[in-house]
C-alpha cells in the first residue's frame, strides 16, 4: 500500500485528517487500475466499498448510454452504499486510458471512524460536504441545459 | 491551495465533471474531460474557501463533437 501523500492531501474524504490518520485510513485499501470503458462498479449490485479516484477520470452512468458526470482525481464515489446500504445507483466505468483507484472497504471505513472519533466525525463531514457538492454540480448541470432550451 | 471544480459543458448533451485540481482554472484554457476537449468560457467562485480548498463553477464547451457510442 503506498498511496502518495501527496494525492491524498488533495483528496475530499481526507481533509481535515493529520498525515498519520490519513495514511492508515489509505491503508485499509487496496489500489486498482482500471482501463477505458472497464466496469467498475455495476448498477444494480451490492455496494460494500468506496473508491476514490488516483489518477484518471471515471464516469457516473445511472443508466446505459447515459452519463451523468465525469469524476477526477481526489473524487470519491460508491459512498452512498456504504451510508444507507443500498444497491448501486449507477455503473461506473474508467473514462480514461486508465484510472488508478483506492478501494477502501466500507466496514473497514466505519470501523475507522468508530476507533478514530474525532477523525470519524471528519470523515462523515468530508463525505456530507462532497454529496453536497455533487448535488450542486447536478443542479448546475440541470439549469444549464434548460436554459439552452 | 487546491480547486474543486465543478465543470459543466455548453451545448450538446455531455457530462460535466467534478475534478480536483492543484492550479485554478483559466478563462480560454483547454481542458479534457473523459474524451471530450473543452476550453472554458467562464470561472465563477461557487462556495466560500474552507481550509486550503477553493469551489469553483466552470462553464465550457466542446472543441469537437462526441462521437456517438
Known amino acids: ?149 | 491551495m487546491f480547486y474543486k471544480v465543478s465543470y459543466v459543458i455548453t451545448g450538446d448533451r455531455q457530462p460535466g465533471a467534478i475534478l480536483n485540481q492543484k492550479e485554478a482554472p483559466q478563462m480560454g484554457a483547454e481542458i479534457q474531460i473523459g474524451a471530450t476537449r473543452c476550453q472554458i468560457m467562464e470561472v465563477k467562485n461557487l462556495l466560500p474557501p474552507q481550509g486550503d480548498f477553493a469551489y469553483l463553477h466552470v462553464t465550457c464547451q466542446a472543441l469537437e463533437p462526441i462521437a456517438e457510442e
Open chain 1, 1 to 149: 500500500m503506498s498511496v502518495k501523500l501527496e494525492v491524498l492531501s488533495h483528496t475530499d474524504l481526507f481533509i481535515g485528517l493529520s498525515k498519520e490518520q490519513a495514511l492508515n485510513l489509505a491503508a485499509c485499501g487496496e489500489e486498482e487500475i482500471y482501463h477505458q470503458d472497464e466496469v467498475i462498479m455495476q448498477r444494480g449490485e451490492r455496494g460494500e466499498n468506496i473508491c476514490i479516484v488516483l489518477t484518471g477520470q471515471i464516469k457516473v452512468e445511472p443508466e446505459e448510454g447515459y452519463d451523468l458526470v465525469i469524476l477526477g482525481a481526489g473524487q470519491g464515489f460508491g459512498e452512498m452504499s456504504i451510508l444507507d446500504a443500498g444497491p448501486r445507483s449507477a455503473t461506473i466505468r474508467c473514462a480514461t486510458p486508465e484510472a488508478k483507484l483506492l478501494r477502501i472497504p466500507g466496514p473497514a471505513l466505519l470501523a475507522f471512524c468508530e476507533e478514530h472519533c474525532c477523525a470519524g466525525y471528519q470523515i462523515m463531514y468530508n463525505l456530507a460536504r462532497d454529496l453536497t457538492f455533487k448535488l450542486r454540480h447536478r443542479n448546475l448541470d440541470i439549469y444549464s441545459a434548460n436554459q439552452e432550451g
